[in-house]
């Protein structure tokens, strides 16, 4: 029930100057969402075409580690490149896109 007490200009002047920060508060802060947002967005596309890359350098590993297999046999081509006989062994059977993740060889 509203009062019957009357509001002071001053007291009015304060509301409104209270009600006009926490509208330009609200706009500063849809201002940061946005901005947030958008380098969420940016970073999320970056990050899509690194990774597009890692795959495709993944992959031309694989393939050189199954050629090298073709090439010198498993085991000089294990000896030279570091790797165990039976992951050499194994990309060369299976040379695929996903056969080498991350510096391991997948089974």
Do not use: W
């Not at 926490?22 to 970073?43: D, E, G």
């Amino acid at each position: 029930m509203p009062s019957a007490t009357p509001i002071s200009l001053a007291a009015r002047e304060r509301l409104r100057e209270q009600h006009a920060a926490a509208v330009k508060a609200v706009a500063v802060h849809a201002t940061a969402i946005a901005r947030l947002c958008a380098a969420t967005s940016r970073r999320t596309a970056v990050v899509a075409r690194h990774d597009a890359l890692v795959a495709d350098a993944e992959t031309e590993v694989a393939r050189a580690v199954g050629e090298a297999a073709r090439v010198m046999g498993i085991d000089v081509a294990a000896a030279t490149l570091g790797s165990s006989k039976a992951e050499v062994r194994r990309v060369s059977k299976n040379a695929t896109a996903s056969s080498y993740r991350n510096g391991k060889f997948l089974s």
